[in-house]
């Protein structure tokens, strides 16, 4: 028969004793590092959500603006309502129509529009027109979407102090309609 022998060891006292405790490493492990992946999943969903605001917002534009270039707006008795209700059209369900702007411009030449965006603290475009031109003259649409609160509390994150401004530009000249 073979006998066991236990080590008759004093229990360690202090320090030690903490030192050599492997009970609960695992809880302690992920409670240092939940926070860091929680951050990660959000900030990944964030993003997601701004780049499908985004495209959605392209799109929309891209395809409102063609109401322009074909005549349509210039043509119907209330053009800009026409406009901004294709705009909403394309994008309901992920901006709110009201926060939506439009800036409209045109020229003889794309010289003579001004391409600059002026942009308030709140994130909204300042100094917006809506001018969609007339038959041959090059025109810039753009429409912006200042972004909520939750995108607008990562600007700091990325080196702005204001609010986050989504914005597309289309530039085309208008058709001989």
Known sequence: MTTRFRSRRPPPDGIATFVRARRGVAALEFALTAPILLFTILGTIAVGLLVLEQAALDHATSDAARLIRTGQVQSASNGASLFQTRLCAD????IPCSALQVDVQSASSFAGINAAVSVAANGTMQNTTFA????????????????????ASLAPLIGSHSGMLLLSSVAFQNEMY
């Open 91 to 94: 994008v309901a369900g992920l």
């Open 132 to 151: 969609p031109g007339t038959p041959g003259q090059d025109v810039l649409v753009r429409a912006g979407y200042a972004a909520g609160p939750f995108f």
